[in-house]
């Protein structure tokens, strides 16, 4: 008899996918944290009975969260991560050669901890000597910054539960104080096709904080509806205006110089979202 996990993406319509067994599951002081081993995507990682990160797939999302910002920044030395408790966004970061600094702040250090355990392949570059990790609220974290990161991250879960601040005016106003005068950020945006308004507005709100706002998108097959957007906030540098010798030579499956400029070629529909 096959086991199954579906992921109710709305009230009407999810995912599901069989499961050869479960790995760890358990209720941590902030989300409901299981690990599973699928037939399809290998290990997953799952949040509140969202999915998170999957073996198979991952390489799109953390490729895209981490490369267009890195690239978009002449000398991104001091990195922030908020979430991103996986470790896959860490692992891209220091794949550039100018990162001297990542911080990684996640809330729950349960995420870190079986993520190391059974998605290696992910999690693996959290011990890396350039990384410092600290279990905290990312909203706290912000919020005692001041002009010390180059690139901020958020790699956060939906805005429900621990995250819901992750997605205010109030925090992206506290990512423009922690970041120096010529910083940049990105967040992961959810997808235009359940959550539209989400996008519409942080796109109004980043807008309202910083000159340069951007929204671009990728396939991952995972997430709802397989269209996944990030929202880039910059003080000075354009994502779609960097010079060709910026793309230095790293590994990737799913990043290429080509699609760094496409995934801002956006469909009518998610472009009418942030015109
Ligand atoms: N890529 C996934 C996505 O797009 O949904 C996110 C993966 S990562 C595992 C999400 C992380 O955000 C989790 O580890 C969770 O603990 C963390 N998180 C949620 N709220 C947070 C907060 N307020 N501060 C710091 N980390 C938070």
Same mark, same amino acid.
């Given at each position: 008899?096959?086991?199954?996990f579906?992921?109710?993406? =709305?009230?009407?319509?999810?995912?599901?996918?069989?499961i050869n067994?479960?790995?760890?599951?358990? &209720?941590?002081?902030?989300?409901?944290?299981?690990?599973v081993?699928?037939?399809?995507?290998?290990?997953?990682? +799952?949040?509140?009975?969202? *999915?998170?990160?999957?073996? !198979?797939?991952?390489f $799109?999302?953390?490729?895209m969260?981490?490369?267009?910002?890195?690239?978009?920044?002449?000398?991104?030395?001091?990195?922030?991560?908020?979430?991103?408790?996986?470790?896959?966004?860490?692992?891209?970061?220091?794949k550039?050669?100018? *990162?001297?600094?990542?911080?990684? @702040?996640d809330?729950?250090?349960? @995420?870190?901890?079986?993520s190391?355990h059974? &998605?290696?392949? #992910?999690a693996g570059?959290l011990a890396?000597?350039?990384?410092?990790?600290?279990i905290?609220?990312?909203?706290?974290?912000?919020?005692k910054?001041e002009?010390?990161?180059d $690139?901020?991250? $958020?790699?956060?879960?939906?805005?429900?539960?621990?995250?819901?601040?992750?997605?205010?005016?109030?925090?992206?106003a506290? +990512?423009?104080?922690?970041?120096?005068?010529?910083?940049l950020?990105?967040?992961?945006?959810?997808?235009?096709?359940?959550?539209?308004?989400? #996008?519409?507005? @942080?796109?109004?709100?980043?807008?309202? #904080?910083?000159?340069?706002?951007?929204?671009?998108?990728?396939?991952?097959?995972?997430?709802?509806?397989?269209?996944? =957007?990030?929202t880039?906030?910059?003080?000075?540098?354009?994502p779609?205006?960097?010079?060709?010798?910026?793309?230095?030579?790293?590994?990737?499956?799913?990043?290429?110089?080509?699609?760094? !400029?496409?995934?801002? @070629?956006?469909?009518?529909? *998610?472009?009418?979202?942030?015109?």
């Open positions: 008899m096959s086991i199954w579906t992921e109710k993406q =709305t009230d009407h319509f999810g995912i599901t996918m069989k067994r479960t790995l760890h599951s358990e &209720l941590t002081p902030y989300q409901k944290l299981d690990i081993e699928t037939a399809e995507w290998g290990n997953m990682l +799952i949040l509140d009975n969202m *999915v998170m990160t999957t073996q !198979k797939d991952e $799109v999302y953390h490729e969260i981490a490369h267009v910002p890195l690239f978009t920044h002449p000398k991104p030395e001091n990195i922030l991560v908020v979430g991103g408790g996986d470790g896959g966004v860490i692992r891209e970061i220091l550039h050669p100018a *990162v001297k600094k990542a911080t990684l @702040v809330i729950d250090g349960k @995420v870190i901890e079986y190391k059974f &998605l290696p392949d #992910i570059m890396d000597e350039r990384v410092n990790v600290k905290d609220d990312g909203f706290m974290h912000i919020a910054s002009n010390e990161y $690139v901020i991250i $958020v790699d956060s879960t939906e805005p429900v539960g621990p995250a819901v601040n992750l997605f205010t005016k109030g925090f992206y506290g +990512i423009a104080k922690a970041l120096k005068t010529d910083g950020f990105v967040a992961q945006t959810d997808n235009p096709w359940f959550k539209a308004d989400l #996008i519409r507005e @942080v796109h109004r709100d980043v807008r309202g #904080i910083f000159p340069i706002t951007r929204l671009y998108i990728a396939n991952i097959p995972t997430y709802p509806s397989g269209m996944w =957007t990030f880039i906030g910059s003080k000075k540098y354009d779609l205006e960097i010079n060709d010798n910026r793309f230095t030579d790293i590994e990737t499956k799913y990043y290429t110089e080509e699609l760094h !400029k496409a995934a801002f @070629v956006l469909p009518k529909f *998610v472009a009418d979202l942030v015109k």
